[in-house]
Nanobody, 133 residues
Framework: QLTFVESGGGLVQPGGSLRLSCAAI????????IGWFRQAPGKKREGVLC????????NYLDSAKGRFTISRDNAKRTVYVQMNSLKSEDTAVYFC??????????????????????????WGQGTRVTVSS
C-alpha cells in the first residue's frame, strides 16, 4: 500500500520560506504524478501544484505562481515544494497525493488546471504550515 509522509512544516514569519517534503512509503513513485494540496481552517481543500512523472509541473493556485516550486527526487522517492515569500493566507495543512484510478493521471500526467479535485487514491497525513508574525 502506497502512502506518503509529509514534513517540513512549521511556524514562519511572513516573507519567510519553507521546504516541504513528501516521502513515498511502500512503493516506488517514479511513474506517478504527485500532487500537493492544502486545506486552511474552515476552507475546502485546494490544489497547489503537481509534478508529472517526467518532471513537468502544473500550478493550480494563482497565488502560488512565482513563489512555490515543486521538484522530485525519484532516487529518494521524495517530492518537494519550496515555498518562498510566504503570506498569512498560506497558512494551512499541506498534503501530497497520488492517484492510480484515473488512467490519464496513473500514466504519470498531472490533472489539468481546474481539474485537480479528482479522487486521489493515496494521501499522507499532512504537515502544518503557519505563517504569522
Amino acid at each position: 500500500q502506497l502512502t506518503f509522509v509529509e514534513s517540513g512544516g512549521g511556524l514562519v514569519q511572513p516573507g519567510g520560506s519553507l521546504r516541504l517534503s513528501c516521502a513515498a512509503i511502500g512503493w516506488p513513485v517514479d511513474d506517478f504524478a504527485i500532487g500537493w494540496f492544502r486545506q486552511a481552517p474552515g476552507k475546502k481543500r485546494e490544489g497547489v501544484l503537481c509534478i508529472s512523472s517526467s518532471g513537468g509541473t502544473t500550478n493550480y493556485l494563482d497565488s502560488a505562481k512565482g513563489r512555490f516550486t515543486i521538484s522530485r527526487d525519484n532516487a529518494k522517492r521524495t517530492v518537494y515544494v519550496q515555498m518562498n515569500s510566504l503570506k498569512s493566507e498560506d497558512t494551512a495543512v499541506y498534503f501530497c497525493a497520488a492517484d492510480a484510478s484515473s488512467p490519464y493521471v496513473r500514466a504519470g500526467n498531472c490533472p489539468r488546471r481546474g481539474e485537480s479535485q479528482i479522487d486521489w487514491d493515496y494521501w499522507g497525513q499532512g504537515t502544518r504550515v503557519t505563517v504569522s508574525s
